[in-house]
């Protein structure tokens, strides 16, 4: 079996594993530490990709939210976006597993 390395996990497998290296963190700091591993471009539409990405994956279970305020208005290019902070469930992690056998 191909053992699959971080470098090359989807993007959303990559906010997961974020999520299991750093606990529960916020909807912007995942994103900065996407673009610091480079796993996707550092561009304000990515920004928002994330953050649909994580909408996603609450809803089917994978990632929890904790927390909610409201962002800095310049950090998403727009005024009053609720940001969330999100923790990974014990269901992500199992699907986290998965990808990485």
Same mark, same amino acid.
């Given at each position: 079996?191909? *053992?699959?390395?971080? $470098? ?10 974020? !999520?299991?290296? $750093? #606990? ?11 673009? /610091?591993?480079?796993?996707?471009? $550092? ?5 928002? &990709? ?5 909408? /996603?994956?609450?809803?089917? #279970? ?5 927390? @909610?305020? &409201?962002?800095?208005?310049? =950090? =998403?290019?727009?005024? /009053?976006?609720? *940001?969330?902070? =999100?923790?990974? @469930?014990?269901? #992500?992690?199992?699907? !986290?597993?998965?990808? !990485?056998?």
């Amino acid at each position: 079996m191909i *053992e699959m390395s971080r $470098n090359m996990l989807p993007a959303k497998c990559r906010v997961l594993q974020i !999520l299991k290296d $750093n #606990g529960a963190m916020w909807t912007s700091d995942i994103s900065e530490k996407m673009f /610091e591993q480079k796993a996707v471009p $550092n561009t304000n539409r990515w920004k928002w &990709v994330i953050r649909f990405y994580l909408l /996603e994956m609450q809803i089917n #279970g994978m990632v929890k939210f904790v927390d @909610t305020r &409201v962002a800095d208005p310049s =950090y =998403y290019q727009e005024d /009053e976006v609720v *940001e969330t902070k =999100y923790q990974i @469930t014990k269901f #992500g992690l199992q699907r !986290l597993e998965d990808v !990485l056998r």
